[in-house]
């Protein structure tokens, strides 16, 4: 399996399914592991996917994973080191309410530094993806987002897809947004 192998959680709807669709798109082939708490709907996502981009290169599978459940994250290590043998990248997506959403992103931006500096001397690249305030699920309505100005998931998800195939490498260690840097 010569494909890089890249797992996205939360990949049945909203952004996850985006991205997901934009590596679809891309003139790489990948293998993806769509991750989803319910093992069922990832199935049947991973059946919309294959209809609906028939051509291409790029395998999908299903993992049932939820990432606020341990035994459900080691169940899906274990399936994947199994099945796959390694992750090449991995795209942790899960949403809550919007008070735990930004205190979770400030989590993470500092999570990010701190590997950054730990796995760089490991060939570890470490990024922060601010796609944008995008028209999901996130804070319930969706058209309501749009009304506000939210944009189609499919941007970011293409913004996500160039991410990942190294045109913001000069970024790494960043919070990285379409239009540049975030600001500290």
């Given at each position: 399996m010569d494909n890089s192998i890249i797992l996205v959680t939360g990949s049945n709807t909203g952004l996850g399914l985006e991205i997901v669709r934009a590596l679809f798109r891309s003139l790489k082939a990948y293998t993806v592991l769509l991750g989803s708490r319910s093992e069922a709907n990832a199935k049947s996502v991973v059946h919309q996917l294959q209809a609906e981009f028939p051509n291409s290169e790029t395998i999908v599978s299903s993992v049932q994973v939820d990432l606020e459940d341990d035994e459900s994250i080691q169940k899906a290590f274990n399936y994947v080191s199994r099945r796959f043998g390694r992750v090449d990248q991995g795209w942790?997506?899960?949403?809550?309410?919007?008070?735990?959403?930004?205190?979770?992103?400030?989590?993470?931006?500092?999570?990010?530094?701190?590997?950054?500096?730990?796995?760089?001397?490991?060939?570890?690249?470490?990024?922060?993806?601010?796609?944008?305030?995008?028209?999901?699920?996130?804070?319930?309505?969706?058209?309501?987002?749009?009304?506000?100005?939210?944009?189609d998931p499919a941007i970011g998800a293409e913004f996500i897809r160039e991410v990942v195939e190294g045109f913001r490498d000069k970024d790494e260690g960043m919070v990285v947004r379409r239009d540049g840097i975030q600001p500290w």
């Open positions: 942790p997506k899960a949403t809550g309410s919007i008070t735990a959403y930004r205190a979770s992103k400030t989590g993470m931006n500092m999570m990010m530094r701190g590997w950054t500096r730990i796995l760089k001397h490991d060939g570890v690249k470490t990024f922060c993806v601010s796609p944008g305030f995008l028209a999901t699920g996130l804070g319930g309505n969706q058209e309501r987002n749009r009304e506000m100005g939210a944009i």
